[in-house]
T-cell receptor
Framework: QQPVQSPQAVILREGEDAVINCSSSKALYSVHWYRQKHGEAPVFLMILLKGGEQKGHEKISASFNEKKQQSSLYLTASQLSYSGTYFCGTRTGNQFYFGTGTSLTVIP | DAGVIQSPRHEVTEMGQEVTLRCKPISGHDYLFWYRQTMMRGLELLIYFNNNVPIDDSGMPEDRFSAKMPNASFSTLKIQPSEPRDSAVYFC?????????????FGPGTRLTVL
């Protein structure tokens, strides 16, 4: 079952914050986040394992609530380079899925 | 490591022709995934292998699609005969699912256009 992401699209001004959510109808073992720029392959950002952990990398962090089968990606003080489409990827047992994607555009 | 390598990067063919896409995963990775991406359907998992064995091919659209992994360093995705609706970017990704890591590393993709 493909995870559902929200919002589908968001436009930010440089320096603003954003939250992207990923929800699954199935119990999750792990959630990973990717960013894809136009015409390029998805690039890994971070992975979260069940256990409700939270991770951060510079101004991008994420949380994973396994009870709610949800993950959120937090982008703070956004930069122009953050523009792209963000995907969550999930694993449930031996099943792998990618989310519907969130288009994020950062404008000056 | 050079990362996941895919060839060709671009392929233009006519309807009815056979198309073969190739992928070399990262050395040491034990999982290999084939994806298709279109504007309409987003990123779709077609098939994945574990230790060269196909595990789940439920995403393969129809019998015209087939995938093989004869050894740990090479996989092919074949479409025969090709149709215009097969036009998409096809990504190969590999992963080492050991310990707690199941990050997928994507190749640059093959842009397929079927006329």
């Amino acid at each position: 079952q493909q995870p559902v992401q929200s919002p589908q699209a968001v436009i930010l001004r440089e320096g603003e914050d954003a939250v992207i959510n990923c929800s699954s109808s199935k119990a999750l073992y792990s959630v990973h986040w990717y960013r894809q720029k136009h015409g390029e392959a998805p690039v890994f950002l971070m992975i979260l394992l069940k256990g409700g952990e939270q991770k951060g990398h510079e101004k991008i962090s994420a949380s994973f609530n396994e009870k709610k089968q949800q993950s959120s990606l937090y982008l703070t003080a956004s930069q122009l380079s953050y523009s792209g489409t963000y995907f969550c990827g999930t694993r449930t047992g031996n099943q792998f899925y990618f989310g519907t994607g969130t288009s994020l555009t950062v404008i000056p | 490591d050079a990362g996941v390598i895919q060839s060709p990067r671009h392929e233009v063919t006519e309807m009815g022709q056979e198309v073969t896409l190739r992928c070399k995963p990262i050395s040491g990775h034990d999982y290999l995934f084939w994806y298709r991406q279109t504007m309409m359907r987003g990123l779709e998992l077609l098939i994945y292998f574990n230790n060269n064995v196909p595990i789940d091919d439920s995403g393969m659209p129809e019998d015209r699609f087939s995938a093989k992994m004869p050894n740990a360093s090479f996989s092919t995705l074949k479409i025969q005969p090709s149709e215009p609706r097969d036009s998409a970017v096809y990504f190969c990704a590999s992963s080492f699912i050991g310990g707690h890591s199941d990050t997928q590393y994507f190749g640059p993709g093959t842009r397929l256009t079927v006329l």
